[in-house]
T-cell receptor, first 115, second 109 residues
Framework: DAGVTQSPTHLIKTRGQQVTLRCSPI?????VSWYQQVLGQGPQFIFQ???????GRGNFPDRFSARQFPNYSSELNVNALLLGDSALYLC??????????????FGEGSWLTVV | TQLLEQSPQFLSIQEGENLTVYCNSS?????LQWYRQEPGEGPVLLVT?????EVKKLKRLTFQFGDARKDSSLHITAAQPGDTGLYLC?????????FGAGTTVTVRA
């Protein structure tokens, strides 16, 4: 069975540009979460979507937005890119929305470099 | 700001040696999870601990959860090069995980 798939795997953007990252969860999983992992740090929570509804948002500016589609795939959008947005963006899927009672599966991530 | 503090930040040992990494939280979470992340990959769940005082074993890995449910440790016996990676602890609440900064473990052959 396919795991969590993310695209693109690597990309380079210029300051001020916009980026869209994509994620397909494991088949049957209805929850998708996004995390940002800056080099040398642990992942930081950005968003969680469950059944196409936003259930939680981390401490990120409004330049970050996301959505979940009817097939449970998801997109993360970042506008007006800053150098500090350079990071590994991880998508995670789980069967339901809870983080405590579920096994959460992470994708391999999308490496974003802002120059 | 990381709610979970992990130590040490880096650990380099010889194959066959034992190692312990620590995770201390300023908050009590619903559960605490340990992950291993290898270069170019996402974190992979190793174990979830829920009950204070809990001890779980996974082959050569032993996980302990403190009585107050704020501190945890991961002990690896007879480490192998395949144990090399970034070890992350995470507190789980409702819909999100709060991660520590991780311990980078290198096991030299």
């Amino acid at each position: 069975d396919a795991g969590v798939t993310q695209s693109p795997t690597h990309l380079i953007k210029t300051r001020g540009q916009q980026v869209t990252l994509r994620c397909s969860p494991i088949s049957g999983h209805k929850s998708v979460s996004w995390y940002q992992q800056v080099l040398g740090q642990g992942p930081q929570f950005i968003f969680q979507y469950y059944e196409k509804e936003e259930r939680g948002r981390g401490n990120f500016p409004d330049r970050f937005s996301a959505r979940q589609f009817p097939n449970y795939s998801s997109e993360l959008n970042v506008n007006a890119l800053l150098l500090g947005d350079s990071a590994l963006y991880l998508c995670a899927s789980s069967p339901t929305g809870g983080a405590s009672g579920n096994t959460i599966y992470f994708g391999e991530g999308s490496w974003l470099t802002v120059v | 700001t990381q709610l979970l503090e992990q130590s040490p930040q880096f650990l380099s040992i010889q194959e066959g040696e034992n190692l312990t990494v620590y995770c201390n939280s300023s908050s009590v979470f619903s559960s605490l999870q340990w992950y291993r992340q290898e270069p170019g990959e996402g974190p992979v769940l190793l174990v979830t601990v829920v009950t204070g005082g809990e001890v779980k074993k996974l082959k050569r890995l032993t996980f302990q959860f403190g009585d107050a449910r704020k501190d945890s440790s991961l002990h690896i016996t007879a480490a192998q090069p395949g144990d090399t990676g970034l070890y992350l602890c995470a507190g789980a609440d409702d819909y999100k995980l709060s991660f520590g900064a991780g311990t980078t473990v290198t096991v030299r052959a």
